[in-house]
């Protein structure tokens, strides 16, 4: 990759990456404030504020903002993540000042107009209804707040219904003018971009962001958990988690493979026992989330009310054995999957550009790839097993939805687990 950093002397990073053989340019601004940065009686507010961002401006009603970058065949697009909030653009190639200037626009003089404000606290109060609706993804909810009970960290991304209507515009302001800072921030451009002329522009169009650090968010205490509800579904969808490596760990990319490997693929040691050898499971994967302080590893799967009592017993021997005889080949396996995987992501602009905009918030730099996959090279067999026993000598935390009458319980699992770390 041939990224390019200058800090612009506010101290707001611009990174770009020219792809010659583009037409296009992703363009993006993220800050280093999310959902976890949320205070007490904020649930939600993140997620509302990339909302409101674009429901006008000083300058532009909902609308023009709407049809002026679609005047130009181009689309914006947001997101709100548990420690970062990104808003993004693609356009062609001359359409990037425009592309940046209403980037700069709606996170740096936001309107918050109380009428838009109601419509837009019902649009999230059907999202997340619609989540609730959703037990696969609820699921995932329900075992961050497991793990990381009575924190920030802890609470969904999109609120509660009473949260997110108890939310009005001085709170927005008030969450924008603490996290949307210039040393909190990046301006990011991939494709056919040229440094110093994104360098000019967001110089200029961003010159109204407040100065100064974003919020520091208060340090996470992993504890574990269960949370399990009865609901008259089809299947039971079940997942089961240990305190994970941050992402800046020494041994953040051997806890990734040793994900990869047990629960990575068709090959995966989950999907080969769970699915193909036992048919527990249509869906089965491992997964490791890696945060600034902490991180939550698991597997997931879902199930019929018949292997209920199955499901968990497997799921725990296939990890802990995993982290006693993985070989060679599975972790070379899951070594190429990885970087496989990075390089076809880094081949689209909006990926890239989003992988550009992740490292320098946190890491202070864009990481060359090259350099991540040496890092990723450079776990061994040893290595990979030995995040593994690390993340499953913590505490489990369980999420389930579903019928789940003859699930394993807290007791037995928390045995099963003890017995099989004895074993090993």
Same mark, same amino acid.
């Given at each position: 990759m041939s990224a390019r950093l200058t800090v612009l002397p506010s101290g707001l990073a611009v990174v770009t990456d020219h792809m010659p053989e583009l037409g296009t340019a992703a363009v993006g601004v993220a800050f280093g404030a999310g959902a976890r940065s949320e205070g007490e009686n904020e649930h939600g507010l993140a997620h509302l504020l990339e909302h409101m961002a674009f429901k006008g401006t000083a300058r532009r009603s909902a609308r023009a903002i709407a049809e002026e970058i679609e005047q130009v065949g181009g689309d914006l697009n947001a997101a709100t993540g548990v420690?970062?909030?990104?808003?993004? %653009?693609?356009?062609?190639?001359?359409?990037?000042?425009?592309?940046?200037?209403?980037? %700069?626009?709606?996170?740096?003089?936001?309107?918050?107009?109380?009428?838009?404000?109601?419509?837009?606290?019902?649009?999230?109060?059907?999202?997340? =209804?619609a989540v609730d609706d959703t037990p696969d993804d609820l699921v995932f909810d329900w075992l961050q707040e497991a793990a990381y009970p009575g924190q920030a960290l802890g609470r969904s991304i999109l609120g509660t219904a009473e949260t997110v209507g108890a939310l009005g515009p001085h709170a927005l302001r008030s969450f924008r003018d603490r996290g949307?800072?210039?040393?909190?921030?990046?301006?990011?451009?991939?494709?056919?971009?040229?440094?110093?002329?994104?360098?000019?522009?967001a110089a200029r169009r961003f010159a109204a962001l407040a100065d100064g650090d974003g919020p520091t968010p208060e340090r996470a205490a992993y504890v574990g958990g269960d949370r399990r509800e009865k609901r008259d579904h089809e299947q039971i969808h079940v997942a089961l988690a240990f305190e994970g490596r941050?992402?800046?760990?020494?041994?953040?990319?051997?806890?990734?493979?040793?994900?990869?490997?047990?629960?990575?693929?068709?090959s995966?040691?989950?999907?080969?026992?769970?699915?193909?050898?036992? =048919?527990?499971?249509?869906?089965?994967?491992?997964?490791?989330? =890696?945060?600034?302080?902490?991180?939550?590893?698991g597997a997931y799967a879902g199930t019929?009310?018949?292997?209920?009592?199955?499901i968990l017993p497997v799921m725990i021997d296939v990890l802990l054995e995993a982290a006693e005889d993985a070989d060679g080949r599975e972790v070379e396996r899951a070594k190429a999957q990885m970087k496989a995987g990075l390089l076809m992501s880094l081949e689209q602009p909006s990926s890239r550009a989003d992988h550009h905009a992740r490292h320098q918030l946190a890491f202070g730099r864009p990481l060359d790839v090259g350099e991540i996959v040496a890092k990723?090279?450079?776990?061994?067999?040893?290595?990979?097993?030995?995040?593994?026993?690390?993340?499953?000598a913590s505490a489990p935390t369980l999420a389930a939805i579903g019928p789940i009458r003859k699930l394993t319980s807290?007791?037995?699992l928390a045995d099963r687990l003890g017995a099989r770390a004895s074993a090993a």
């Open positions: 420690e970062q909030t990104s808003y993004s %653009a693609r356009v062609m190639e001359a359409d990037t000042p425009l592309a940046l200037d209403i980037l %700069a626009d709606i996170v740096v003089e936001p309107a918050f107009d109380p009428e838009e404000l109601k419509r837009e606290q019902n649009v999230i109060v059907q999202e997340i =209804g949307y800072r210039t040393r909190a921030g990046v301006v990011v451009a991939v494709g056919a971009v040229e440094h110093d002329r994104v360098v000019e522009e941050p992402f800046d760990a020494p041994d953040a990319y051997a806890a990734q493979v040793f994900a990869n490997l047990v629960g990575g693929g068709m995966s040691r989950l999907f080969q026992e769970v699915r193909e050898e036992r =048919g527990l499971a249509y869906s089965v994967h491992a997964f490791h989330w =890696g945060y600034v302080d902490t991180g939550l590893f019929s009310p018949e292997d209920a009592a199955d990723i090279d450079a776990v061994t067999v040893e290595s990979a097993r030995a995040a593994g026993r690390a993340m499953l807290p007791e037995r």
